[in-house]
Structures are given as structure tokens and as C-alpha cells.
């Protein structure tokens, strides 16, 4: 007999539970208790000890989209500021299934890259759309590259909203990034005046539309959505706010890109995202991991970076429980 279980999560994860015994009949006898169902019967603890010891469980992690954690160290390090960092983080156990990347000052981008093992991706915090030129203090991808470095962020909220980087050249900058070979965390981002004003996807859509515009390797992109409004403000997006528009994103490239990107395109959210909020956020439909800016200087970054791991083994923790109490029957 063979038994196949699927449990689909609210998080993504499929978890397979395959069991297999041999097809041999048990004759009926009297022992059978009277008032069990066929389904009961199955559980009796005869077959269910045989059944329990070869239950597998494949868990399947949405192997399409890999958990992504970027924490961005902004303006706020300094040399040993890193080396405190790279010490807590190469101390942690970090969870081999999350991809982890830090995003650097320029000045520092290679100090970064050398402390780091290379487990941990580098990423800058901005570039230029051209690759070489009379453009002062202005990087560019290829010195980005030179550096050692694979990412860059590019359209960071605070581009968007302090130096008023509009959505056209946030465009160019990725068109460039993307062509140079780097691989790029393209944000969009919502005010409270947005949200306020109900304007949210109207925003988002136009911020989309011209991202979509300029990429033509999805493979290559993260989205990261910020709830501006919900960044260093003390006031935090509830999981449903956070789920309402990272679905609306995704539903938008599948409309207007394809199914296939929609389904593999890794969608982030940014807004401060703390060791006490990003297990419960981990499990999110639509939410492939975390842009991380306070919480990335402290050791908040090593549990933000293991909150979907932490959910696995949740539910592995779970089944296991399960298996031991139907032992015990
Ligand atoms: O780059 C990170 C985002 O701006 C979020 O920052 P935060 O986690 O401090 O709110």
C-alpha cells in the first residue's frame, strides 16, 4: 500500500509525507475493534509501527524561489563596525537553504567582500547607468564587479524619496546593471501618504511597469517592497498588509510578464524587519525573504536570515512529535 500526504502551506512549502508497506492482506479476525472506521483500522499500531518507520518527508522549499535575506547596512558601518558583523555572522549557523547577502557603502565594498565567506553575497547600494565617464561620486557596475561584488540595489526608498531618483532613471540604472552582469534588488515603495491616501497600487503599478521595462533576465532580479511608512517609525505593517500587496505584485508580473516569472521571481519585503516579527512574516504566501536595514547591524540579521529554517523545523519538529505519540498508542 502507499499513502501520499500533501500538506500545502500558507508559506509556500509542500510537504510530502510517503509511506510504503508491503501489499500483504491481514485476515480479518475478531480481534478488530467494532465500533473503528476502515481509516481507523489503518491505524491500529500492528500497521501504523511499520508505516511510522518508514514515513519520509520530502520538503519540497518552493525550490523555485530560494528564501532571500539582504541586510543593508546603509550608512551606518565603518571597517570595525564590519568586522563586528562578519564575526557574529560567521560565528552563526546560518541556514544553508536562505540566500544571504549584505548591502555595503561603496568605500567598502571590498573589505566587505574579503572578511565575508562566500556564502555571504555582497551587494552595493546604488551605481550609475553607464559604465565609465565624467560622473564624480558616481559608481559603476563594473567597478562594482571589480570589487569582487555580484549584487547591487538599485531604486532604494531612500534614493526614491531623499535624493528623488525618479522611476526613468531608476529604470536606466537597472537596464545598465542587469547588462554589465550584476544581479539587482529592484525596490518599490509605498508613503504613508500613499497608504493614507489609498493610492498604494496605483503607485506600486507605475513603479513596476517601468521596472519591467527594463529587465530582461528576471532571473537576475529581486523586488524588495517597502512599506516606507512602516520603516523606523515604530509603527509596524501587519502580515496581512504585508501579504494584500507582495500578492498584488505577484499577480501584476503575472499579468503583465509571464506566469513563469511571477512564479520564480523572488519578492522581499523591507520594514522593520526584526528577529520578532520575521518568523511570523516567513510564512507568507508571497514573501520570499527580507531587506533589512536596522536589524541587519545587530544579531537580529542571523535569526532574520533563518526564519523560514526555523519554520521548517517547526513542522519537521511537528510530524516528528506526531510519529512519537503514535508510537505510544
Ligand atoms: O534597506 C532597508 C530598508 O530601508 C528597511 O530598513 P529597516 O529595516 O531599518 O526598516
Not at 200 to 214: G, H, K
Amino acid at each position: 500500500m502507499t499513502c501520499r500526504l500533501t500538506t500545502h502551506h500558507e508559506s509556500g512549502y509542500t510537504i510530502n509525507s510517503t509511506t510504503t508497506t508491503t501489499n500483504t492482506t491481514r485476515p480479518q479476525t475478531n480481534t478488530t475493534r467494532p465500533h473503528t472506521t476502515p481509516q481507523l483500522q489503518q491505524l491500529t499500531p500492528l500497521v501504523l509501527t511499520p508505516l511510522v518507520l518508514k514515513l519520509t518527508l520530502v520538503i519540497n522549499m518552493d525550490s523555485q524561489r530560494k528564501f532571500f535575506v539582504i541586510g543593508n547596512w546603509k550608512m551606518n558601518v565603518d571597517k570595525s563596525r564590519i568586522d563586528s558583523i562578519v564575526k557574529f555572522m560567521t560565528a552563526a549557523s546560518l541556514d544553508p537553504t536562505t540566500e544571504a547577502v549584505v548591502g555595503c557603502p561603496s568605500c567598502y565594498l571590498s573589505y566587505a567582500r574579503q572578511q565575508l565567506p562566500n556564502n555571504i553575497g555582497v551587494a552595493a547600494q546604488n551605481c550609475y547607468k553607464v559604465a565609465k565617464g565624467n560622473f564624480s561620486g558616481e559608481i559603476s557596475a563594473a567597478m562594482i564587479e571589480d570589487c569582487g561584488c555580484e549584487w547591487v540595489i538599485l531604486g532604494h526608498p531612500e534614493r526614491r524619496t531623499i535624493f528623488h531618483e525618479p522611476d526613468d532613471l531608476i529604470r536606466e540604472k537597472v537596464t545598465h546593471a542587469l547588462k554589465s552582469g550584476l544581479k539587482v534588488v529592484a525596490c518599490v515603495c509605498e508613503t504613508k501618504e500613499d497608504r493614507d491616501e489609498g493610492r498604494t497600487w496605483q503607485v506600486l503599478e507605475a513603479q513596476m511597469a517601468s521596472l519591467a521595462s527594463s529587465i530582461s533576465d528576471w532571473s537576475r532580479v529581486v523586488i524588495a517592497f517597502e512599506a516606507l511608512w512602516a520603516s523606523n517609525t515604530g509603527i509596524l505593517a501587519t502580515n496581512n498588509q504585508v501579504q494584500e500587496v507582495l500578492s498584488q505584485l505577484r499577480q501584476w508580473l503575472r499579468h503583465n510578464v509571464s506566469h513563469s516569472v511571477a512564479d520564480t521571481t523572488r519578492i522581499i519585503y523591507a520594514g522593520s524587519v526584526s528577529s520578532d516579527n520575521c518568523q511570523q512574516m516567513a510564512r507568507l504566501a508571497d514573501l520570499d525573504g527580507f531587506l533589512v536595514g536596522s536589524a541587519a547591524l545587530r544579531t537580529d540579521i542571523i535569526d532574520i536570515i533563518n526564519a523560514r529554517g526555523s519554520y521548517v523545523s517547526r513542522i519537521v519538529n511537528f510530524f516528528s512529535e506526531q510519529e512519537r505519540s503514535l508510537k505510544r498508542i
